[in-house]
């Protein structure tokens, strides 16, 4: 007997099926966009969010960070993740990372965008299958401190920019 599916795929298996698995135009983006965020009770998109690995001394560097841009693959690993808004940060095993690359792979299709995030994520995903820990952090405002230390390195390195 094979062991059920973590909750997240579920949900992902669940928003492709009612989504479809191309998303080949910037309509179906923006549709795929506002379903999965209204499919987010409370949902809040972030002021920043980005997706970074642990170096070896246990710092975190960010592999994409985006700035009030990119809300779809935004609230795709919100979906993965349970993430509902406000400043935190999750660490992302293969699995769930996995899922939110194959939640985020259908607007791959769509040729007016150039998907810097899905590149990142799988760049990171090999980087999750060879050892080490990845993270996503969101914050909530630009100007907060937030107390999440992962989040905190994301306001770093936005007011770095």
């Known amino acids: 007997m094979t062991a ?25 983006i923006a549709a795929a966009r506002e379903h999965l965020s209204a499919a987010i009770p409370g949902w809040r998109p972030p002021a920043a969010y980005g997706i970074g690995v642990l170096d070896a001394a246990g710092r975190i560097a960010f592999a994409r960070v985006n700035i009030g841009d990119h809300q779809l693959p935004a609230v795709v690993m919100a979906t993965v993740l349970g993430h509902r808004g406000g400043s935190a940060s999750y660490r992302l095993p293969a699995p769930v990372l996995e899922q939110a690359v194959r939640l985020l792979a259908p607007a791959e299709a769509c040729t007016a965008y150039e998907h810097p995030n899905l590149a990142a994520w799988r760049a990171v995903l090999d980087l999750v299958r060879e050892g080490r820990d990845a993270r996503m952090a969101y914050l909530a405002d630009l100007d907060e401190s937030p107390s999440d230390v992962y989040a905190l390195a994301l306001a770093h390195t936005v007011a770095a920019r």
């Open 4 to 28: 059920p599916p973590f909750p997240y795929e579920y949900s992902v298996t669940l928003a492709l099926a009612e989504l479809g698995d191309t998303w080949a135009s910037v309509e179906q």
